[in-house]
């Protein structure tokens, strides 16, 4: 099993910076990926940006150039360090992991919320 707990969201003005952490405990060795989703008000959740175990990584187009995840292995812990942001980027975050261990598993977050202002 893993756990994932997120923090670091909060209220920023628009052009402001965040940085949202996700401590990862538990079955760590099982997981291939991890990564951030987030969702909007009246809107589905999407993937904002991954990091495979290799450590390639991959961002939606919205936020390309403006936010960078990252991972700290030795902490157990992911970061998406958040730039530039925009009040389309108002949502609740999720942090996310994926392994195989038998059968694909997908681990979530309990979310943060993160508030831009204009």
């Known amino acids: 099993q893993v756990q994932l707990v997120e923090s670091g969201g909060g209220l920023v003005q628009a052009g402001g910076s965040l940085r949202l952490s996700c401590a990862v405990s538990?079955?760590?060795?099982?997981?291939?990926?991890m990564g951030w989703y987030r969702q909007g008000p009246g809107k589905e959740r999407e993937l904002v940006a991954e990091?495979?175990?290799?450590?390639?990584?991959n961002y939606a187009d919205s936020v390309k150039g403006r936010f960078t995840i990252s991972r700290d292995n030795a902490k157990n812990t992911v970061y998406l360090k958040m730039n530039s942001l925009k009040p389309e980027d108002t949502a609740v975050y999720y942090c996310?992991?994926?392994?195989?261990?038998?059968?694909?598993?997908?681990?979530w977050g309990q979310g943060t919320q993160v508030t831009v202002s204009s």
């Open positions: 538990g079955s760590t060795l099982s997981i291939n990926a």
């Open positions: 996310h992991a994926f392994g195989i261990v038998g059968v694909r598993r997908h681990w």
């Open positions: 990091v495979i175990s290799g450590g390639s990584t």
